[in-house]
């Protein structure tokens, strides 16, 4: 197969580039605008694969992904060209309209015209695959609030009830999708996925953030209580249920993609901490530097994926425990600090975001 990958410089998206050129004999189509999120670096070890090639392209130029569908003639379609931050979505919501909203539609459209073009078993086995997340859900009970919450998990068919600008520019263009296939025809796939971490995270998001402030004696920021639990997938477990997806998946389904690993946020800090002080030992706990602070507006509580669709009906299921996830995402940093600094390059020197209300 010809993959054409949006957002393939992307934490995610170039966890499944290198699943497929590593893993596979398919051919991929990064399609990315660079962004301050997507980093080519993150690609090194494919880049030079004769089965990889590279388009820097915006999803909202609708000439540009004309031509790159026209040239590359790809036999799907991952997308997952988004902006994923929530904080950042508070501070300045129009982005995530723009590239969540308006570049998927775009996509949508130069999508359609390309599939009806094609003919016979080219047409026949196209598919678009949407990758999106378990936010578009909202928050579910947490426990101590309601009797038996834990036995509440976002399925396939939970209600679609958004509360942050990110979420809900993800929950839009998930209807698109759908209306797409509804209206149009086109032949779809979606996916759901849960907090995802591991190598190459841009360091605004939690894991990272708490890396690399403990290694420079800075803050650890934890919102309110630090009681908000999360369900954890390392990427590359998650790459590996995208690519399974895309090549088994049954058209126009949904399938949840989630870790298995509910955890509280404080939770995950400490699990750090501990890490560090085992691989990087100090006087001083790393726990010291923990900093409870205001919480941001509208943060959902819990999220937890119900994945049994999944394995059930395609055979995936998560290799890594957090246990094991975290250990090699916290030896990851260690051993890529430059990396670390290159990527953030005075674009963002891990400040609090998403206070601009």
């Not at 209600?159 to 993800?170: D, F, G, I, L």
């Not at 086109?186 to 841009?202: A, E, I, K």
């Not at 085992?278 to 010291?288: G, K």
Request: aromatic residues 10%; hydrophobic residues 35%.
């Amino acid at each position: 197969m010809k993959l054409l990958v949006t957002g393939g410089a992307g934490f995610i998206g170039s966890a499944v580039i290198r699943h497929i050129i590593q893993s596979t004999q398919d051919e991929v189509v990064n399609l990315d605008k660079l962004t301050y999120a997507g980093n080519l670096e993150s690609l090194v070890q494919v880049s030079d694969s004769e089965r990889y090639s590279f388009e820097h392209v915006d999803i909202c130029n609708r000439a540009e992904v004309d031509r790159v569908l026209g040239e590359h003639q790809p036999d799907a379609i991952m997308h997952l060209a988004a902006e994923s931050h929530v904080d950042r979505s508070i501070d300045g919501p129009a982005e995530f309209i723009e590239t969540n909203i308006v570049g998927t539609y775009t996509l949508l459209e130069a999508t359609r015209h390309y599939w009806q073009a094609l003919e016979g078993n080219k047409k026949a086995s196209f598919r678009f695959h949407h990758i999106s997340t378990d936010e578009v859900y909202g928050d579910l009970p947490h426990p101590g609030e309601t009797p038996n919450a834990e036995e509440h998990l976002f399925t396939e068919q939970t209600a679609y009830s958004p509360s942050s600008p990110y979420s809900a520019s993800k929950a839009s263009s998930d209807h698109l999708v759908r209306a797409w296939q509804r209206t149009y025809g086109l032949p779809v796939l979606v996916t759901n996925c849960s907090n995802n971490y591991g190598p190459y995270h841009f360091p605004e998001k939690l894991i990272p953030l708490m890396i690399l402030n403990a290694l420079e004696g800075k803050p650890l920021p934890v919102y309110g209580k630090g009681d908000q639990i999360r369900d954890w997938l390392f990427v590359e477990d998650h790459a590996r249920a995208l690519y399974k997806v895309v090549t088994e998946g049954k058209g126009g389904e949904t399938y949840n993609i989630g870790g298995h690993n509910e955890k509280k946020n404080i939770e995950v800090v400490h699990t750090i901490c501990d890490i560090l002080q085992e691989l990087r030992p100090q006087e001083h706990s790393y726990r010291d530097f923990i900093t409870f602070v205001q919480d941001r507006p509208g943060h959902d509580m819990r999220y937890a994926i119900d994945a049994r669709k999944i394995q059930r009906e395609l055979g995936w299921a998560p290799e890594e425990t957090f246990e094991t996830g975290i250990q090699k995402t916290v030896r990851w940093y260690l051993e890529n600090l430059e990396w670390c600094k290159r990527v953030q390059d005075g674009s963002y020197q891990r400040e609090r975001l998403g206070m601009k209300i």
